[in-house]
């Protein structure tokens, strides 16, 4: 509703803006700082990665894969490299499985601290944003340790892992578990038992559950309203079937739900991180692949449950060395959707809370 | 690991609209006619027992002397899954958009529309995605020709008196 002589105008938000955390461009449409709509931009890190896809071959195109949503890069590798090894039948022996999923869950574990440090900064909250940004930091040196990448590890081959973790990797790993507990307790008191940080984010961009379905949102958002359903456990992938861990679910459908059942995620990971630490063999971590990789015709499509979302890997083969078609399905593309949907009526500020919660990942978005 | 229930439903749909199952690597396959594409996913969507109510993904293909359209489908609740492919003619890639029954495949069919150049009818706003508005070409045609970077015209030329 308009106020008489008054009038609605448009503002650009980005592609160079700190809240949009990357380089997103929205046309918000204002009726004074009241947002009546969103037009969300997107294709300025667009690198074409389906087509450069087709002109390497199968295992040149892994290091790719780490740049499509580069705060959790070994998760992007683990669905790229097993819908290759799903069409070859290729075995991975049992430890570069363990370390694949301790790898991958450590992943979600820093993407979903950012996530949760970007949140707070947006609300102008600091301090949460250095105990979250200092954790993660302690992940990516593990990183660093084993594969010689922070972001980007480049950690995992079609057969295996490329070598085993060094020495100090294990005492490393175990004592960020132990600090794990404290740290979670620290994020809890100081961001989302914060007064502000809940009065800002309560109830604050709803996204019901048969809108959410409807617009096709997975991963995290589809859990946070109220549909409790993961990859890991619906279709287990690798060795997930082995390990107990439970799915959280929020009912609440807002930006504090968002932000929350992330902290929730961090501590499911602990768990599998904790049995797969536990159980880990010893052996062998990369099994004998040819040289020259030449998968059999055929297609296959590979769903992976990434931290932004679901993920899917359409791969087919003619034959030859390198793929004739690579489908890349990311979840924070199909997530971008529901800002329109869910901004309508909130202010210009609430905009900047309600984009952090869908924790989109510009790499992601635009391939 | 296809339940038979789901595969009695599919080879039932095939025999309505003129298709064909496959099955390899676990996975059901129905390949139709573009003409059907959206009785095909509304039945797909309704099916009794197994609803396939989910579109995962939507994306083009190009197989040289047609073009595809790969319809990933599952559900929500339960461990249901199903390819559906539409064949569309190259000189004429015209199919029925399904933005009427899942809202969110607006950004993926204007990802194949701007990749492949297929029109969907019914689309909302079918415009480019990733590229810009004044590009010309559909670049993950197999024919589209990457020119090295000496010769790609990236920079726009000004015209006289801009």
Redesign the interface.
């Known amino acids: 509703m308009m106020i008489e002589g008054t009038q609605e105008y448009s503002l650009n938000m980005g592609p160079q803006h700190p809240s949009t955390h990357g380089v997103f461009r929205m046309v918000v449409h204002l009726d004074g700082e009241v947002v009546t709509k969103v037009e969300p931009k997107i294709g300025y890190l667009h690198r074409g990665l389906e087509k450069m896809a087709e002109s390497r071959t199968y295992t040149q195109f892994i290091p790719y894969t780490d740049r499509l949503d580069y705060l959790a890069g070994p998760h992007n590798s683990l669905g790229y490299v097993q819908a290759v090894e799903k069409l070859m039948d290729t075995e991975v022996p049992e430890r570069a499985e363990y370390l694949r999923i301790i790898f991958a869950e450590l992943g979600r574990i820093a993407s979903h601290l950012v996530m949760i440090a970007s949140g707070s900064l947006d609300i102008s909250g600091w301090t949460p944003w250095s105990y979250c940004f200092r954790d993660r930091e302690r992940i990516l040196d593990l990183f660093e340790m084993t594969a010689g990448n922070r972001m980007t590890p480049n950690y995992f081959r079609i057969g295996g892992v490329s070598q085993d973790v060094p020495e100090e990797f294990m005492p490393a790993l175990k004592s960020f578990l132990e600090d794990m507990p404290e740290m979670i307790e620290e994020y809890y008191g100081i961001f989302f038992g914060n007064e502000i940080a809940q009065s800002r984010m309560k109830s604050v961009g709803i996204l019901p559950k048969e809108l959410a379905e409807n617009l096709l949102i997975t991963g995290a958002n589809l859990r946070a309203s109220g549909v409790q359903y993961d990859v890991r456990k619906a279709e287990p992938y690798g060795i997930y079937d082995r390990f107990d861990f439970e799915i959280p679910v929020l009912y609440g459908c807002d930006t504090y739900d968002r932000h929350f059942i992330r902290l929730l995620e961090i501590q499911e990971s602990k768990k599998i991180i904790e049995q797969a630490y536990k159980d880990i063999p010893a052996g062998p971590v990369m099994t004998k692949v040819p040289k020259v990789l030449k998968p059999p015709v055929g297609k296959v499509y590979h769903r992976v449950e990434n931290p932004k979302g679901e993920m899917g890997w359409y791969i087919v083969s003619n034959g030859s060395t390198k793929p004739a078609r690579v489908r890349i399905r990311t979840g924070a593309f199909v997530n971008v959707q529901m800002l329109p949907e869910i901004v309508k009526g909130w202010k210009i500020q609430d905009l900047v809370t309600i984009f952090a919660s869908m924790d989109l990942v510009l790499g992601e978005v635009d391939k | 690991m296809v339940s038979d229930i789901l595969r009695v439903r599919v080879i039932e749909l095939a025999a309505r609209f003129n298709g064909e199952v496959e099955e390899?690597?676990g996975?059901l396959?129905l390949t139709v006619d573009g003409r059907y594409i959206l009785e095909a996913l509304t039945d797909a969507r309704n099916f009794a027992d197994v609803p396939c109510d989910?579109?995962?993904?939507l994306?083009g293909?190009?197989l040289g002397d047609h073009l595809e359209v790969?319809y990933?489908l599952?559900s929500?609740r339960g461990?249901q899954?199903l390819?559906i492919i539409a064949r569309v003619e190259r000189d004429n890639p015209v199919i029925n958009s399904v933005t009427q029954i899942?809202?969110?495949?607006?950004?993926?069919e204007r990802?194949a529309f701007d990749?492949f150049g297929l029109q969907f009818r019914g689309h909302p706003n079918l415009k480019r995605?990733?590229?810009?508005d004044d590009f010309e070409g559909y670049?993950?045609r197999k024919d589209y020709v990457?020119e090295s970077h000496e010769q790609r015209a990236v920079m726009r030329v000004r015209k006289e008196g801009e």
């Open positions: 390899n690597l996975e396959e989910f579109l995962h993904d994306c293909m190009d790969v990933q599952s929500l461990p899954r390819r899942w809202k969110g495949s607006d950004f993926l990802e990749m995605i990733y590229m810009w670049p993950m990457i």
